[in-house]
């Protein structure tokens, strides 16, 4: 069993062998200037594809770069704003506060004293409303 393998040459292979060789000269040698020709072409469209996605991949990013710029601009305004919101929200809005604490004050004041009575009382034995069974006064 022998096996044929057939060798591709390249282009520039081809060109010199066209050269070398007298009888397939001429066709060697046109289809390896073909062959040279279209590599180059191929060659230049893929650096063309290459400067093309990169100009888009500039693109992309200066756009990304201008987003990311008008975002910090924007929260460096919220961030320098933020003292006057928070003073804003520290003001009383209503001066109701000591009059508010007063009545709170009174109000505790007579709970304290309403419990000091009332467990006052509870400590003190109330009297029986049944006569002694033993008498109270001693004998002589």
Known sequence: MSSKTD????????????????????????????????QGARSAAGGIRRRIDKSRLAKEFADAQDAIT???AAAQEVLANLPQVIADAREPKHRRRPFVLAVVGAVALAGGAVAFTIVRRSMQPEPSSLA?????APKP
């Open 132 to 136: 002694p069974s033993v008498d109270v």
């Open 70 to 72: 008008q975002e910090f």
């Open 7 to 38: 060798v591709r040459l390249s282009p520039s292979q081809r060109l010199s062998r066209g050269l070398k060789y007298s009888a397939v000269g001429p066709v060697d040698v046109t289809r390896g200037t073909v062959g040279l020709s279209w």
